[in-house]
């Protein structure tokens, strides 16, 4: 039989491929090499390479046997998101090859912050758990948490047992809990006091951005781990975020928090197209 992997497929991406990194969306990072198809002209942010159009990434089956939707294929410093449905190309009769469309970027979480103080949305807390017992049929509950300061706005998600509700009311902090937080729907069982809970909110934005170190040119301008993050001003928009990027807003990357420091408004034309962020 004959090895079309090793004869065809696999001297085109050592001659065409670039050295990556395929992440599944639950797994263990595996090494392969892909062929990069379209993405249309890069823009480049010193180690960050902007790609504005989609792009396709080819890559061996043998490489990577099963790429999925959310699976993040790192090559250099850039991450890229496969959006599609990997699929096989029509002149690949064997299955050798698996075609991804991918966006540029890697998942983060925007969370966006307004007001201050008592007015503050999403609240700054830890440790979410209801302050009192709730009846079953109950429209309301009280949330405490440790150093709970700020506001639940109407949009706001508290997640009780493995129910999602969605807060009804705007409540502020005082003395370290939310008393009569309306939520809908109404609890379906009762739930007991300092039962934990998990909250989410509705200026927490899913994005996919360009991460990146500042390189030595950088020395002494900032701090030591200090992460470059580049935003594309229309996927803010489209995940529903209206505020410009600002000091102390906060992302999420692979589970672990970066405070935005500095944040630059790049422009084309009158209108900011991207943001730098300098985060820590």
Same mark, same amino acid.
């Given at each position: 039989m004959?090895?079309?992997?090793?004869?065809?497929?696999?001297p085109?991406?050592?001659?065409?491929?670039?050295?990556?990194?395929?992440?599944?969306?639950?797994?263990?990072?595996?090494?392969c090499?892909?062929?990069?198809?379209?993405?249309?002209?890069?823009?480049?942010?010193?180690?960050?390479?902007?790609?504005?159009?989609?792009?396709?990434?080819?890559?061996?089956?043998?490489?990577?046997?099963d790429?999925?939707?959310?699976?993040v294929?790192q090559?250099?410093?850039?991450?890229?998101?496969?959006t599609?449905?990997?699929?096989?190309?029509?002149?690949d009769?064997?299955?050798?090859?698996?075609s991804c469309?991918?966006?540029?970027?890697?998942?983060?979480?925007?969370?966006?912050?307004?007001?201050?103080?008592?007015?503050?949305?999403p609240?700054?807390g830890?440790?979410?758990?209801?302050?009192?017992?709730?009846?079953?049929?109950a429209?309301?509950?009280?949330?405490?948490?440790?150093?709970?300061?700020?506001?639940?706005?109407?949009?706001?998600? @508290?997640?009780? !047992? %493995?129910?999602?509700h969605? #807060?009804t009311?705007?409540?502020?902090? &005082?003395? =370290?809990?939310? $008393? *009569?937080?309306?939520?809908a729907?109404?609890?379906?069982?009762?739930?007991?006091?300092?039962?934990?809970?998990?909250?989410?909110f509705?200026?927490?934005?899913?994005?996919?951005?360009?991460?990146?170190?500042?390189?030595?040119?950088?020395?002494?301008? @900032?701090?030591? !781990? %200090?992460?470059?993050?580049i #935003?594309?001003?229309?996927?803010?928009? &489209?995940? =529903?975020?209206? $505020? *410009?990027?600002?000091?102390?807003?906060?992302?999420?990357?692979?589970g672990?928090?970066f405070?935005?420091?500095?944040?630059?408004?790049?422009?084309?034309?009158?209108a900011p197209?991207?943001?730098?962020?300098?985060?820590?």
């Amino acid at each position: 039989m004959i090895d079309f992997d090793r004869f065809a497929v696999a001297p085109a991406f050592l001659t065409f491929g670039e050295a990556a990194t395929y992440t599944p969306p639950a797994g263990s990072p595996v090494p392969c090499r892909v062929i990069r198809e379209g993405g249309g002209k890069p823009v480049k942010f010193g180690p960050v390479t902007v790609y504005l159009a989609s792009l396709t990434f080819d890559v061996r089956a043998s490489d990577v046997p099963d790429p999925a939707t959310g699976g993040v294929f790192q090559v250099g410093a850039m991450a890229y998101t496969v959006t599609g449905t990997p699929y096989h190309p029509e002149d690949d009769p064997h299955g050798l090859v698996w075609s991804c469309g991918v966006l540029w970027g890697a998942p983060i979480l925007y969370r966006s912050y307004s007001g201050d103080g008592g007015t503050l949305n999403p609240p700054k807390g830890s440790g979410w758990k209801l302050a009192a017992a709730a009846p079953v049929g109950a429209g309301s509950v009280s949330i405490a948490g440790t150093l709970a300061q700020g506001q639940l706005r109407p949009g706001d998600r @508290v997640t009780i !047992g %493995t129910t999602v509700h969605t #807060v009804t009311t705007t409540t502020t902090a &005082a003395s =370290g809990r939310f $008393d *009569a937080v309306g939520i809908a729907p109404a609890l379906v069982a009762p739930a007991a006091a300092a039962l934990p809970l998990v909250l989410g909110f509705a200026r927490d934005f899913p994005v996919l951005a360009g991460m990146a170190g500042y390189d030595d040119t950088f020395a002494g301008a @900032v701090a030591t !781990g %200090t992460r470059r993050i580049i #935003v594309m001003q229309d996927r803010l928009t &489209a995940a =529903g975020c209206t $505020d *410009a990027p600002k000091l102390g807003d906060i992302i999420t990357f692979e589970g672990q928090p970066f405070t935005v420091g500095a944040a630059t408004a790049l422009y084309q034309g009158a209108a900011p197209f991207a943001w730098d962020l300098q985060c820590k």
